[in-house]
């Protein structure tokens, strides 16, 4: 590890496609440090050292994400999350910052047409929520956010329904889910590839998107599910966290 991360304390770190992220909850300018493929300016824009006018496409050890923050000595970094080739920055106090990739609208601004994702300097700050966001989770070609009052909401691409809005469209704009999920108090959001879990405060499991191995097969032989749907287990007992793999979702309970 470079030499400039060993006396910071990471908080948070996540994997992309190719790709890392690290945070620390450090009151330093630099909170984030990137690594590995960049070709979508997924881990921000890294300025070459032979021409200043051209970044970076690989970085090779652990490089400062910079982040527009309007306080930087009194706000934190307190989450990164990946995905395929988007990140998501969430903080304490200045919301949550998404770079990368947006051909699906998974960093929560309006779609481009033809635009160059590399070398690109642009950050942008999300700001759609009722309430403050408390956790962020990159899919794959899109993104959950969940609030403080237990409210979730996504964007990006949602062909297998992984974004859960009940329909297979893609959406630019992160918008509230109900299905199941209505009047629930969500306390964990997990999703990796194109299928998402959901944890309710009474420990119930809600799940929807990507079906095809059968994630779902408790309540439904379809590929795909659109919408959130509590999902039955018999003699699990409160189910205190979830996660998803490219095929396979598991869960703790206690």
């Known amino acids: 590890m470079s030499c400039r991360l060993r006396d910071l304390a990471i908080s948070s770190a996540a994997c992309g496609y190719g790709f890392t992220l690290l945070s620390s909850k450090t009151s330093d300018?630099?909170?984030v440090w990137g690594m590995g493929l960049n070709k979508d300016s997924q881990i921000g824009f890294h300025r070459s050292r032979r021409d200043r006018t051209k970044?970076?496409?690989y970085i090779l050890e652990p490089s400062p994400v910079p982040l527009p923050l309007d306080k930087p000595q009194s706000t934190r970094v307190l989450q990164v999350s990946c995905g395929r080739a988007h990140s998501l920055i969430?903080?304490?106090n200045e919301g949550v910052f998404s770079i990368g990739n947006n051909s699906y609208g998974q960093c929560a601004?309006?779609?481009v047409e033809g635009e160059i994702y590399s070398e690109s300097q642009l950050i942008?700050?999300?700001n759609r929520f009722e309430s403050r966001v408390v956790q962020v989770e990159c899919g794959q070609d899109h993104s959950l956010f969940r609030t403080e009052q237990g409210e979730v909401y996504s964007c990006g691409w949602g062909a297998d329904g992984q974004?859960?809005?009940?329909?297979?469209?893609?959406?630019?704009?992160?918008?509230?889910l109900s299905g199941d999920l209505a009047g629930v108090n969500v306390v964990q959001v997990a999703t990796y590839g194109d299928s998402c879990l959901a944890v309710s405060s009474e420990g119930n499991v809600y799940g929807w998107g990507n079906s095809e191995y059968l994630q779902f097969a408790s309540i439904t032989d379809l590929a795909q599910v659109n919408v959130?749907?509590?999902?039955?287990?018999q003699n699990v007992?409160?189910?205190?966290?979830v996660v998803c793999g490219g095929t396979s979702c598991a869960l703790l309970n206690g």
């Open 237 to 241: 007992g409160k189910v205190k966290q």
């Open 29 to 31: 300018v630099t909170k």
């Open 109 to 111: 601004r309006k779609i």
């Open 90 to 92: 969430l903080t304490d």
């Open 163 to 176: 974004t859960g809005l009940g329909h297979y469209n893609v959406s630019s704009k992160p918008m509230k």
């Open 228 to 233: 959130p749907r509590l999902l039955p287990f």
């Open 55 to 57: 970044g970076y496409e």
């Open 124 to 126: 942008h700050r999300v």
